[in-house]
């Protein structure tokens, strides 16, 4: 049906965000996996897809899918767009598959282009004009050979949160222009103070034609916290996490995250926000700081963020402890907080402010089902 409506040479299929645990109780999956000697779920996704891209190469098309259909094994003549970040693409060019490079981070524009606060609702991200600018889909420590395979890149924009064409131009222009420019300039002439200036031409321009653009002349900015890097008595000490570890998806700067002296932005996507997620206990996250020697201390404390959209979510308790000797700790404050569905990026600190002298402190942070974003443990 798709084929006969449109005649373009790639058959987007999607195949992404399909949950797999269904299919390991399904009796026609097992079957079905039995049958082709198929050995896990990964496979049988793979096998369908396998299906579909010789069916498509009847019709003399070509199947394009998210980098999810790599999983189990990819179809020898499927393109490949990759969205989970840019190592996906990579593989997949090194492997011989036209690639596009649509990596979130850059090119994911149904997220907010400024302070949310000032912005029309969103699914939450955060890409201003100039990280859209500063995107390589083909940078040169790629060989000739991988970077061939690059084809182009992808603006996305899903529309969840947004019903009117008004509100899909304000979300596109002038970022659309930035990847444009990303496309076809060779990164060693691109320069964004020059393209900035054109830009705010093309942008008043399209204004008076019509188009419904965001004005880059009222931009905010990021986050105040992340202009600066911040110096505390933690800054790079070591770090232990206790029976507890970061999200794989959302590492950020691994062990060092906590205490590089890094702040946050408006959104976890910038690799300065630590995800941590536990659905089998109420704790997510238990770390110990070593200041290596005992200090005089005055506050303890850390900023969360809650994007209910994509279920991040402040924590419900939060217990700040020291110790001497990093055995025996003594609990410096408990503080519970009952979060709130809201719409929007709201910020929350978690702290404490007194008196007391340690060289260990160790902070939880409790929560169920639901991710929680912490940047920096601030201790002073």
């Not at 997510?284 to 005992?294: F, M």
Request: aromatic fraction near 12%; glycine fraction near 8%.
């Amino acid at each position: 049906e798709v084929i006969e409506v449109f005649p373009s040479e790639y058959i987007h299929i999607g195949g992404d965000e399909a949950a797999k645990d269904a299919w390991k109780k399904c009796p026609k999956c097992t079957a079905r996996m039995a049958s082709e000697g198929i050995k896990d779920v990964d496979g049988l996704q793979s096998y369908l897809i396998h299906r579909i891209d010789r069916y498509l190469d009847s019709k003399g098309r070509t199947l394009l899918g998210w980098d999810e259909i790599m999983e189990g094994g990819v179809a020898p003549g499927a393109a490949v767009l990759s969205w989970r970040g840019f190592e996906p693409g990579v593989k997949a060019a090194s492997a011989g598959h036209a690639t596009v490079m649509a990596p979130g981070r850059f090119c994911y524009f149904d997220g907010y282009q400024d302070a949310p606060a000032t912005q029309p609702e969103a699914i939450g991200g955060y890409l201003p004009l100039e990280l859209v600018y500063s995107f390589d889909p083909a940078p040169d420590s790629l060989s000739v050979d991988v970077k061939e395979h690059i084809k182009g890149v992808e603006a996305t924009l899903f529309t969840e949160y947004i019903a009117t064409d008004d509100h899909a131009e304000y979300m596109l222009y002038p970022r659309l222009l930035a990847l444009a420019e990303v496309a076809w300039t060779p990164q060693s002439l691109k320069e964004y103070d020059n393209f900035y200036t054109r830009a705010l031409a093309a942008n008043d321009r399209l204004a008076r034609d019509g188009y419904n653009v965001f004005d880059m002349r009222s931009e905010v900015g990021n986050r105040k916290e992340a202009l600066a890097p911040v110096s505390h008595l933690a800054l790079n000490k070591n770090v232990v996490y206790n029976d507890c570890n970061w999200s794989k998806s959302y590492p950020a700067a691994e062990a060092k995250t906590l205490t590089d002296g890094l702040r946050g932005g408006w959104n976890y996507n910038d690799f300065r926000w630590q995800g941590f997620f536990n659905d089998s206990t109420d704790r997510a996250l238990d770390v110990t700081v070593d200041l290596e020697r005992n200090e005089k201390l005055s506050y303890i404390g850390a900023d969360f963020m809650q994007i209910c959209g994509p279920d991040v979510w402040f924590p419900v308790k939060v217990v700040i402890s020291v110790s001497d000797n990093g055995t025996d700790f003594t609990p410096l404050a408990v503080i519970e907080h009952e979060p709130k569905e809201d719409s929007g990026v709201s910020f929350r600190n978690y702290g404490w402010t007194g008196l007391a002298e340690a060289r260990y402190v160790r902070y939880q942070a409790f929560n169920r089902s639901h991710f929680m974003f912490l940047d920096e443990i601030v201790i002073r």
